[in-house]
C-alpha cells in the first residue's frame, strides 16, 4: 500500500509504528514544532479551537487544559478519530470524521484553527483557506 495522507493510518502496522515515533520526547513534532506552535497560543481562554487534521486528539485535550472553552478536531482517518473521541472523552471537545476539504465550515465559530503537520497533504490549499476564511 501507498502511504498517502490519512488513509496511511488505517494501516495498523504504519499506525502502530507512528504513534511509537509521535510519543517520542525527541521526535520532531514535540521537540522542535510543538514549542513552536504553543508560543503562537498564549492565551486560550475562552477559545473554541479547530484543528484539522487532530490525528489522535492528544493535542486537543492539551489545549482543553491550557483553557481552551471548546474543542473540534477534524481527521481524515477513521482510526484516528477512534483514538481522538477515546483520548478527549468526558471533555469539551468534538471530533468529526471529515476531510479539510469536506468539512462544512461554520461561520464565524473559532477563535482559533490550526493544523500541525497536515496541510502538506492537501493538493489545493488555496480552497481549504478560503473555506476556513
Same mark, same amino acid.
Given at each position: ?24 520526547p ?12 504553543n ?13 484539522l ?6 493535542y486537543?485535550? *492539551? ?6 472553552? #471548546? $474543542?473540534?478536531? &477534524?481527521?481524515?482517518?477513521? %482510526?484516528m478519530v477512534?483514538?481522538?473521541?477515546t483520548?478527549?472523552y ?10 479539510? *476539504?469536506k ?5 464565524? #465559530? $473559532?477563535?482559533? &484553527?490550526?493544523?500541525?503537520? %497536515? ?10 483557506f478560503?473555506?476556513i476564511?
Amino acid at each position: 500500500m501507498e502511504y498517502r495522507g490519512s488513509l496511511a493510518y488505517e494501516e495498523q502496522d504504519f499506525l502502530e509504528s507512528y504513534l511509537k515515533r509521535r510519543s517520542r520526547p525527541d521526535s520532531p513534532n514535540n521537540a522542535i514544532e510543538g514549542p513552536i506552535i504553543n508560543g503562537f497560543m498564549n492565551d486560550l481562554k475562552d477559545a473554541h479551537i479547530l484543528d484539522l487534521g487532530c490525528g489522535d486528539g492528544r493535542y486537543g485535550k *492539551e489545549l482543553l487544559k491550557k483553557g481552551a472553552k #471548546a $474543542y473540534t478536531g &477534524v481527521e481524515g482517518s477513521a %482510526a484516528m478519530v477512534n483514538l481522538a473521541k477515546t483520548n478527549l472523552y468526558g471533555t469539551r471537545a468534538e471530533v468529526f470524521h471529515r476531510s479539510m *476539504e469536506k468539512f462544512e465550515y461554520p461561520e464565524m #465559530a $473559532y477563535e482559533i &484553527v490550526i493544523s500541525r503537520m %497536515a496541510l502538506h497533504y492537501i493538493e489545493d490549499l488555496d480552497e481549504v483557506f478560503k473555506s476556513i476564511a
